[in-house]
């Protein structure tokens, strides 16, 4: 009888032990995920919400950057500071070239965000452009060449047809306009929410994001923003990475909810105020699009500023092996 009874009491202590191994859940795969302040990164509000509620395939570390390039030298260093990050798609192929391709294109999030605006009414059609003066950001870089090409299709001469006057910082360009020093400007999102707030006589004349898909070849899209991943970390992980691109893409759905979405992008630090970033998410162009599609879509765009500056992409346009296919 003893032994029996020890005999039973084995069996039970067995199959607790048992229904307690399978009761404990799988480990989480812990990815470093970098996001840039701005419309790359609203997107990604609802994820960071779903990790910290632990409501997430993966473990999620979330660091937020002021700047592109912040981002973007993380994701490439030695000590590997970052797996996944949110950079501008010029830049995620200028750093493929840069690791010997060690960076690969996940998906695309954002599309054009720049806009042109006009304090006033006769800008109605990139041909009323002509003769006129146009102020902007970004010389040498993505903004001046997509103002150049949309201009050029259009059949304005960027050098004799208009005057373009570059600022070095948004927050410049913002000021001239409020004040009304300047009449008509290129601005990016959320800048253009916060101008057109202060200065009720602003309009958007013009959505660059549209003038592009005019004008493009063979069905480019004007793709501006993308998440990338160090090819070392995705070969390691392609089911975490996987399960990242699954999970980013219902958080950029939910950005449908703009109430929701501006709340957490003041909570994160993506955009300072929820009242602007309320304004500005509809104007963000807020995408998803990964595989064939997005490499088909993105080349004729990868092809115009390699046409205007080839450094602007790293030197050469990027090959297949930059693009994950899933």
Known sequence: MKKVISLVLVLLLLVGMASGCA????????VNVGMIKGPTGIGAVHLMAADEAGDTVNDYNFTVGSAPDEIGTKLVAASGGLDIAAVPTNMAAALYQKSNGNVQLLAVNTLGVLYLLEN??????????????????????????????????????????????????????????????????MVPEPNVSAVTAQNKDIRVALSMNTEWEKVADEGSKLMMGCVAVRKEFLQNNK???????????????????????????????????????????????????????????IAG???????????????????DAFYYAG
């Not at 765009?301 to 090959?319: E, M, R, T």
């Open 301 to 319: 765009y990868y092809q115009v500023l390699f046409n205007a500056n080839p450094k602007a992409i790293g030197g050469k346009l990027p090959d």
């Open 23 to 30: 009761q404990k859940p799988a480990e989480k795969t812990v």
């Open 120 to 185: 006033g009414n006769t800008v109605q059609s990139i041909a009323d452009l002509k003769g006129k003066t146009v102020y902007s950001t970004g010389k040498g870089a993505n903004p001046e060449y997509i103002l150049r090409y949309v201009l050029t299709k259009n059949g304005l001469d960027p050098d004799k047809d208009v005057t373009i006057v570059f600022e070095e910082q948004n927050d410049a360009l913002n000021a001239k306009m409020i004040k009304g020093e300047a009449t008509i400007a």
């Open 239 to 297: 089911e975490a990475v996987d399960a990242f691109l699954k999970e980013y893409k219902a958080s950029i759905e939910k950005t449908a909810d703009v109430e929701a979405t501006a709340a957490l992008c003041e909570t994160y630090g993506i955009i300072p105020k929820a009242a602007i970033a309320k304004k500005a998410i509809p104007n963000c162009e807020l995408t998803f699009v990964a595989g064939a599609e997005m490499k088909q879509q």
